[in-house]
């Protein structure tokens, strides 16, 4: 089985033809009686748990390169961390959330479910099937790739609309994830935390409700002082940035007041 490059344009344009001819094709087929029987049963009564664990475990692929796609991802440590602070719990990272519980569970069905499709795609060239055949798999291959991807990205929002709402866009930019052993990995957690370190900063400096009231009374009409500012740019614990939106506000007062005086004499 292979993966093209996305860094090479002959490999993009064979890519891109490829998946056109694909779009074109619409295979008509038959099931028999007997087979469809046997599906409907396996759907509708289900089957048994100890013939689906033998299913599961009948074939075990070993990839050449990015293992990491079969391997169903557990939550990391930092959101874990940020989830029990929300939820003032102490639960495992199993439990501390339960349609995270779920869908991990369900990813572990998904994943046994490309096992089968990955050693069907291995053999193409070996048996030498036909061109249906090899695009039957490859369909198929396409179809669970995406079923996953879905699941993946529906446990991400789930964790980060709790803990980080504010970041929700960061989801959107695919290169954050390699797949593996963590839901989310490093790239996409340093991330989070550079904006979420620049919110922060942008809120410390954010003048509050608190100082702009503080301007307003420092600044009346009837007792605007110039010396008052000056005397907060030096000695007030407050951002001098703070201090010096005081000392504009009233110097533009004054030239208020003073308009009003040359009106009157005029």
Not at 2 to 13: F, M
Not at 50 to 61: C, G, I, L, N, T
Not at 192 to 205: C, D, E, F, P, R
Not at 221 to 249: E, H, M, N, W, Y
Request: proline share 5%; with cysteine; net charge positive.
């Amino acid at each position: 089985m292979s993966y093209p490059s996305s860094s090479s344009s002959d490999s993009s344009s064979s890519s891109s033809s490829s998946s056109d001819d694909e779009r074109s094709k619409i295979v008509s087929f038959s099931f028999s009686r007997a087979q469809s029987t046997s599906l409907a049963k396996w759907v509708v009564t289900g089957i048994g748990s100890q013939r689906v664990k033998d299913a599961r475990e009948s074939f075990k692929p070993k990839l050449k390169s990015k293992e990491g796609i079969l391997t169903n991802p557990t939550l990391d440590e930092d959101l874990y961390t940020e989830l029990k602070a929300l939820k003032r719990s102490n639960a495992s990272k199993a439990n501390i959330d339960p349609l995270e519980k779920e869908f991990h569970k369900l990813s572990f069905r998904v994943l046994d479910l490309a096992k089968p499709l990955i050693y069907l795609s291995s053999r193409q060239k070996i048996k030498r099937k036909s061109k249906k055949d090899v695009f039957a798999i490859r369909t198929a291959l396409k179809l669970w790739a995406s079923l996953y991807h879905d699941i993946l990205a529906t446990r991400r929002r789930n964790i980060v609309t709790q803990v980080y709402p504010n970041f929700m866009s960061l989801l959107d930019d695919h290169k954050l994830f390699k797949g593996g052993d963590l839901l989310f990995g490093p790239a996409f957690v340093n991330k989070l935390v550079g904006h979420a370190k620049a919110q922060s900063t942008l809120q410390q400096i954010r003048p509050s409700s608190n100082v702009l009231k503080y301007c307003d009374v420092l600044c009346k009409p009837q007792g605007c002082c110039l010396a008052t500012p000056r005397v907060i740019l030096l000695f007030s614990p407050i951002p001098s940035c703070f201090a010096i939106l005081l000392l504009d506000k009233c110097v533009s007062t004054l030239k208020y007041k003073t308009q009003l005086l040359q009106s009157e004499i005029l």
